[in-house]
């Protein structure tokens, strides 16, 4: 809309009630705060076509009124808390008072995920500074959806509240770059109703080096996944206060997910009889990396019971037939997209294996892709139950060639468009319970540097 608007092209928004915060910053955020908005009592979603007539019926004079009066510029109040001082002086009777106050204060102006924060004083900056040789003033990435500039100093900061050490900030600023990859589609995942949440692993020599956990409670909690937690923490800590992710004002996942606190692993390659997962896309042993994937919802590939590698997957595929996330089937109406970048996103699920499941994998002679051209023949639906939360439109022009199907809707298809779209690591201690997680797009990887 707001691309219309600068061009000369007037435009009204929708936005139901409980999106107006959000409708208003992002106009502000993407440069025309004025853009003028019809509000709605309901979002249109799951409304009968009556409820939604009505609700135009009685919002139609917002519409006209948007289209046809000069829009009157106004100070309108950010959402966003900032401050003008460089650096905060934050008063107490003791430093554990000050602490507390801080992070009070830090909860009230939104800058805080809830749990409790280090301070990050200068002297707890420049210390984390430490861990990396790269210039603090460097702007590694511009965060959306607020255009934020993640400079290392700024990634540090976030080290810094999150509980990490100097050896942990390499490996955060890597994650970063990772956001703001157009691949990864920020935007689009940052502001989102969906509980889309930021998985990362670590492979490469840094991994063991810092202390990640691979095994037993690799996601946490406890001691022996410290580094984990506070490497995903600092990572959403930066989606939050610099990109400017805040509940309720560009974040409006509707329930909410505990995987935004922090999901980070590195992978068992003690365990694998296979390619770590940075070497199987191009990199070198030598080399570390981080990989993003942004994903819905995670759910136990749990089986005590088989012991061959057939048996395995026809228990994992029915996971991956969840009729009711949103990348089951999604490739039917085709692929989200950003026009700026020329990117698009085919949907990609992750799997943890365990590695008692990778020694059935081992027995019988079965490769990472034989896994994957499994999943993928075993993992469909019928045509029917996939497009039943679709819109038939969005099918008839992406794929007219498959037009034959409303005639067949019993015909089973492909929850996701190849076998390609498996991405599988290690990890885990031993017993038969792994993880699959539902994505939104696929994964991006970088190298972590000194």
């Not at 607020?146 to 540090?156: L, N, S, W």
Request: include cysteine.
């Amino acid at each position: 809309m707001m691309e219309f608007e600068k061009r000369g092209v007037p435009t009204v928004s929708l936005t139901a009630e409980t999106f107006v915060r959000d409708a208003h910053r992002s106009a502000e955020s993407f440069g025309f705060p004025e853009l003028p908005i019809c509000i709605v009592p309901l979002p249109f979603t799951n409304q009968p076509q009556e409820t939604i007539d009505k609700m135009m019926d009685g919002s139609i004079q917002q519409v006209v009124d948007g289209l046809t009066k000069d829009i009157v510029r106004k100070n309108i109040k950010s959402e966003i808390i900032t401050v003008s001082e460089d650096w905060l002086t934050i008063n107490g009777k003791n430093e554990l008072e000050a602490l507390y106050e801080m992070n009070r204060l830090f909860r009230e102006y939104d800058w805080s995920d809830g749990f409790p924060l280090f301070a990050p004083t200068r002297e707890a900056v420049e210390r984390m500074l430490k861990g990396s040789k790269r210039d603090p003033n460097e702007v590694v990435a511009i965060l959306e959806p607020g255009f934020g500039k993640a400079t290392v100093e700024k990634i540090a900061v976030a080290c810094v509240m999150a509980g990490c050490q100097p050896e942990h900030l390499p490996v955060v600023i890597a994650a970063v770059e990772c956001l703001a990859d157009p691949h990864i589609n920020l935007r689009n995942k940052a502001m989102s109703t969906g509980a889309a949440a930021a998985l990362m692993w670590v492979n490469g020599p840094i991994a063991k080096k810092i202390g990640m956990n691979s095994g037993i409670c690799a996601l946490g909690p406890g001691s022996p996944s410290y580094v984990n937690a506070v490497c995903g923490r600092a990572l959403h800590m930066c989606l939050m206060n610099i990109g400017q992710v805040y509940p309720g004002i560009s974040d409006m996942d509707t329930i909410g997910t505990p995987a935004k606190f922090s999901m980070c692993v590195t992978e068992n390659v003690e365990a694998s009889p296979w390619d770590p997962y940075h070497i199987e896309h191009g990199y070198d042993a030598t080399t570390s990396t981080a990989t993003v994937h942004f994903v819905y919802g995670i759910c136990e590939l749990f089986d005590l019971t088989s012991t061959t590698s057939e048996s395995l997957t026809d228990v994992f595929a029915t996971v991956a037939k969840n009729a009711a996330q949103v990348s089951t089937g999604l490739w039917l109406i085709g692929r989200r997209a950003d026009p700026r970048f020329g990117t698009d996103e085919k949907e990609e699920h992750t799997m943890f294996i365990c590695p008692e499941h990778v020694d059935i994998f081992k027995a019988d002679g079965w490769s990472k892709d034989d896994i994957r051209r499994k999943m993928h023949a075993k993992s469909r639906l019928p045509f029917s139950l996939l497009m039943q939360s679709k819109e038939r439109k969005a099918f008839d022009q992406v794929h007219p060639e498959l037009e034959w199907l409303w005639d067949s809707p019993q015909t089973l298809l492909p929850v996701v468009e190849d076998k390609d779209c498996y991405n599988i690591v290690v990890v885990g201690g031993t017993v038969g319970r792994g993880a699959f997680m539902w994505g939104s797009g696929a994964p991006v990887t970088k190298v972590i540097k000194d």
